[in-house]
């Protein structure tokens, strides 16, 4: 995950604002039915949007035990998985392993190694979007705001404060659910939009 949360600039122009997902698109999956409804519905996609979400640490040293959230967007729904004991997550194991399916977001190369190291899922066919985009002579990485801005010409909001909240609580507030989406469903909008308007 990109963190883009920095203050903009004083000169730059005031975008419209980009609305994101609605609550209503969002499912957060609990059971083992939701789960395979889910897999359902993810195993008949060519590419998704992905995304992690691990309380973060503060402590010199102190090693991550994330992730604690997974999000997968299809182009109409993004699902939550709490990653818990007992949970219905490994069911995904299949989509995220397959070589037919993209994976694509912004910023994933730690969410891979915490993909692998904590929940034993080797993914395959990601596509990171913060190198994929960047532009001949660019060097920076980009990130879902900047994306935003570029393709579809509005503001994605990204709150620091929303980012460094505990996302290992058993109950995930509205704010933080509608910002996990976002983070996934956004990266595949932009894959979308940016595989229709490049050259054959």
Known sequence: ??????????????LPPYEGIAITAVRMVKT???AAAALTVLSAMDAIGFDTESKPTFMKGEVSTGPHLVQLATDEVAYLFQIVPGSAFDLMKPVLESRDIIKVGFGLQDDVKRMRAKL????VNVLDLSTALRRKGERNTLGAKTAVARFFGQKMQKSKKITTTNWAMPRLSEKQILYAADDAHVA?????HWRSSSPA
């Open 1 to 14: 995950m990109t963190d883009e949360a920095a203050p903009d600039r004083p000169d730059e122009p005031e």
């Open 32 to 34: 083992p039915a939701e």
């Open 188 to 192: 595949l909008k932009i894959y979308r």
């Open 120 to 123: 034993g899922i080797d993914m």
